[in-house]
């Protein structure tokens, strides 16, 4: 699986999806202990195996809130906290998918409703959900991390969060479950996408 993730960093570089430096991956199997991202500043063209980012999950001794803990020269990406929350309660093998797709951005910075839009075509309704675009936020702030989960109703703990989309940062997410090997990149249009492992 880990190899797939530099696959699909590839393949959205190449759709014109995320620049060499931007964009995202995470995978957490059926409640692993462990979460897996990519590194920060990476080149995502050239991600392999070898360089995601392994952080273990563990239990806070204050709160007992299940947490990624992030060990002294590990540099996951910075959209880490947004990663968490959605991976954060999961029951099965889930791959979270983060891009800039220009026309997403383009569309967001235009004040269009992509939920509403989304919703009058099946071909995406079907198979995806589209999170109402949430207010202006500090990019890589916890703030915009938690918003993304309250749209899709994720829910949160008290210190930790969710996901969301950018407008430097207008927060819109995109979130489906794509169905069926091998997966399909080009169903995966938008930001945030959560994979079932039957589309691994």
Known sequence: MLTAIGDVMRRVYERGWITTRDGNISMRKREGKYLYITPSGWRKTIVHPEH???I???KEPLTGIMIPNVREGQQPSGELWMHWNLQRDTRITRTVVHVHATHIVAAIYACF???AISA???EI???TRVGQTVPALPALSRELADAPAECFSLGRTERWPSISWGRPTMAFVRSG???GPPMNISSVSTTFVRLSSRAM
């Open 125 to 127: 309704s079907r198979y």
């Open 113 to 115: 409703d992509l939920q």
């Open 177 to 179: 479950w794509i169905h």
């Open 120 to 122: 009058e075509f099946p």
């Open 56 to 58: 273990e999950i563990v």
């Open 52 to 54: 995601v980012v392994r």
